[in-house]
């Protein structure tokens, strides 16, 4: 079974362009989280969505950053304009609702603002 | 506001010996314990979970022990293999009826030596 598919691995850009991080969940999870790693924070969440509704976005940094999931295959974080301080890794994850169901990640974007 | 703490960022252990990583956490209102492993360039794994009204569980090499008076669990690896190096996130989960928020921060590194 594939797991949950980011896309790219890897993003390097000038700062002010727009950025946009894609993910796909695995198929049938009804959960979707995206976090942010550096080396101060470590790993925090972003935002994350429940059929395709965002349900808490509190830890988007600022209105730069947003969040959508159109359909239950597919989300997108996009970063507009991006600043240097946004550089970090991106991870998306999926999971099925519930008690004690972990979260399955992708192996995350590697992003570079210049 | 810090939910959990790893306070050892960082542990060397030799091969074949116990490695031992602690968490402590502060809310007495989480229903479960879950530890995550992440090699580099990797997302997260989910590696094993406990419930608040246990005080032990076991898999394999892997023991977590909670002590709810201390708000304190941890994570015996025994023996451990250099295959273990990686950074261990502890998370609370608190049962909402829905997917929980899971909140990570910046784990242990552990490294296991030949």
């Known amino acids: 079974d594939a797991g949950v598919i980011q896309s790219p691995r890897h993003e390097v850009t000038e700062m002010g362009q727009e950025v946009t991080l894609r993910c796909k969940p695995i198929?049938?999870?009804?959960?979707l989280f995206w976090y942010r790693q550096t080396m101060m924070r470590g790993l925090e969440l972003l935002i994350y969505?429940?059929?395709?509704?965002?349900?808490?976005d509190s830890g988007m940094p600022e209105d730069r950053f947003s969040a959508k999931m159109p359909n239950a295959s597919f989300s997108t974080l996009k970063i507009q304009p991006s600043e240097p301080r946004d550089s970090a890794v991106y991870f998306c994850a999926s999971t099925l609702g519930g008690t004690n169901q972990p979260q399955h990640f992708g192996d995350g974007t590697r992003l570079s603002i210049l | 506001d810090q939910q959990v703490k790893q306070n050892s960022p960082s542990l060397s252990v030799q091969e074949g010996r116990i490695s031992i990583l602690n968490c402590d956490y502060t809310n007495s209102m989480f229903d479960y314990f879950l530890w995550y492993k992440k090699y580099p360039a990797e997302g997260p794994t989910f590696l094993i979970s406990?419930?608040?009204?246990?005080d032990k569980n076991e898999d394999g090499r892997f023991t977590v022990f909670l002590n709810k008076s201390a708000k304190h669990l941890s994570l015996h690896i025994v023996p451990s293999q250099p295959g273990d190096s990686a950074v261990y996130f502890c998370?609370?989960?608190?049962?909402?009826?829905?997917?929980?928020?899971?909140?990570f921060g910046t784990g242990t590194r552990l490294q296991v030596t030949l």
């Open positions: 198929s049938g999870h009804d959960y």
């Open positions: 406990i419930s608040s009204i246990k």
């Open positions: 998370t609370p989960e608190r049962h909402t009826g829905t997917a929980s928020k899971l909140t």
């Open positions: 969505f429940n059929n395709n509704v965002p349900i808490d």
